[in-house]
């Protein structure tokens, strides 16, 4: 078969791979119809994370369940399924309490034979990982793309709104207009926040960001940002979502939260080397929770509101590609010709 | 009168300084009758933090009110009081929330002629800032000495609980065995922690965490004490109390706390230039709640567990001195030879 295969910063190649096979009585084999390119995909296609050469990669697939092995009792095959950017057992403490990235099994995607971007990938722990779409809407390709960034982006800027504790009524700011951002914005309006402001840089993505129900948008950099946001919200908004993980966007986010108020974090943190954020926190009892985000805690919630038509966050795929495509994908995301890359394999 | 003013690192002196006058209708004058000399002191002291020489200094006055301003509604003279480190009105946004600590008032003691370390203070905001001590534990010595502690160090240990999310039956690290630490094993006793584990480098500090509930003492260093607290709470803490505010407990906190947890921390960052406590919370979903603590929040509950006998911090106080003794004070603090140093003045 074929797969996006890593040899290097920017040399990403389609090639032929072995086909995945079963190792495990949990395992499934799943034929991927959907996957998409990730922000954090950039950090290795950069040079800036670490990343085997003769790696696979991807790590939010989506396909149809070709086998599965004998443990596995929640799937067939034939089920469509989609599955979080982290490989969860389901059973240990951690994903009992639905901290799934914490997961005991420690497993995840990417490596030897389990990278998504490719036409088939080997399910670790079908039960506990991967997330069956209702039959009825099993081929509704419409549904399909609304549900893929269910696999990463949209439960992460869910799980910065949850860590931020965004409630009906509120008043969020999201720092960061990438795809995470942009669906930070989408999950606090679905929270039921009044108020979304929205602080980003590319003016066609604040314009997403508006789709999406941000009350408010600012472009503007550095300090004329926090000041036009302290303004905005008069004093800086309880709820703040920092969906970056870099420096500057963390001292932002401290800077314009209100005192007492909560900083969600879900940007992988890169390059944070300084700690004025800290300082900032501190002097205002601003608090930090989140983390990587535990996308299968959420994906049945949103999943309900994606198939009853209240929530579509697919305007974050800007460009579509195919498997030979992927490459291409990769560039435009680092060239920032593209919000987010969804990949669609011949069904 | 005589005070102790700032001359440069190193130099506390107690010399002939104007007495304090009434310069509001909101303010008081207090007689101090009992002070302290804080951590926090020792970072001007040590020449960590600016501090402008010729200023007063300390924050954690006790004593007799001797005169009100016109628009104080809530004391008399004769009455005994405390303060919280932090002055507060009591009325803008953030002291009706209880963040008393961001009151916009923006005010704090030290400086030209509210320093506690004296025989006389200015209290601005008297009503909104001073704690009245109920008339009859006002002029016994125990419960006044118990109660000293409540001006600081322990509303800080117990804020440190509390934004660890200590409750009954739970199981805490308490990072530090200086005075907030040792008042943070208190506060997590306190607050029903069926197991508190205290982590600290001095074996006569350790000894006084006992005293204060501690079920367990870790006085190993480095990977070593991380490596123990783990074991000892199979895993991590689900609440963990960063009571120093250095970059190594930082990092210890991060990394002895449960994945899902929380760390509470109110030791003012100092000195913390890496974030690898950061890397390590997000992994893990490890939450950071807290900051410089709101006494007054918490004064009215610690007081009237102190004056109903349940509750003791005064043995945080390994030594004590007259208004004279206050350079050799900050001496023993700043040699370890003293956890927390009393001052007592004639009465």
């Not at 800086?236 to 870099?246: K, M, R, S």
């Not at 900032?280 to 930090?288: A, I």
């Not at 509101?305 to 680092?334: E, N």
Request: with cysteine; aromatic share 4%; glycine share 12%.
């Amino acid at each position: 078969m074929r797969a996006a295969v890593y040899h290097g910063p920017g040399d990403v190649r389609v090639e032929e791979v072995p086909d995945p096979e079963l190792e495990a009585p949990t395992d499934a084999i799943v034929r991927i119809t959907h996957t998409a390119v990730c922000g954090s995909d950039l950090w290795f296609y950069r040079g800036e994370s670490d990343y085997p050469a003769g790696g696979r990669v991807g790590h939010e697939p989506m396909g149809v369940v070709e086998a599965v092995g004998d443990d596995v009792t929640s799937l067939e095959p034939g089920d469509r399924v989609l599955s979080p950017f982290s490989i969860s057992c389901g059973e240990c403490e951690f994903c009992r309490k639905g901290l799934y990235t914490s997961c005991t099994a420690d497993e995840s995607w990417g490596g030897e034979n389990t990278g998504a971007q490719g036409e088939k990938v080997r399910a670790p722990h079908a039960d506990g990982t991967l997330v069956r779409v209702p039959d009825r809407y099993a081929d509704d390709e419409d549904v399909l793309e609304s549900l893929l960034p269910l696999t990463d982006v949209m439960c992460t800027g869910h799980h910065a709104a949850v860590s931020a504790g965004v409630d009906a009524g509120d008043t969020a700011i999201v720092v960061g207009d990438g795809a995470v951002g942009l669906c930070g914005v989408l999950a606090a309006s679905r929270l039921g926040a009044e108020r979304v402001v929205a602080m980003g840089h590319h003016e066609d993505r604040l314009e997403i960001a508006r789709e999406f129900g941000a009350t408010d948008v600012i472009a503007a950099r550095g300090e004329d940002a926090v000041e036009e946001a302290i303004e905005l919200t008069d004093g800086g908004a309880n709820h703040v979502l920092e969906c970056v993980g870099a420096e500057s966007s963390m001292e932002t986010a401290a800077e314009v939260a209100r005192p007492g108020g909560t900083v969600g974090y879900v940007g992988v943190p890169q390059g944070v080397e300084t700690t004025g954020f800290l300082d900032t926190m501190f002097r205002k009892n601003v608090g930090l929770e989140g983390g990587v985000a535990p996308v299968r805690k959420y994906v049945d919630d949103l999943m309900a509101d994606v198939l009853q038509g209240t929530l579509d966050p697919s305007p974050v795929f800007t460009k579509t590609v195919d498997l030979d495509g992927v490459p291409d994908g990769y560039a435009a995301m680092d060239e920032r010709d593209a919000v987010k890359v969804m990949v669609k394999l011949d069904d």
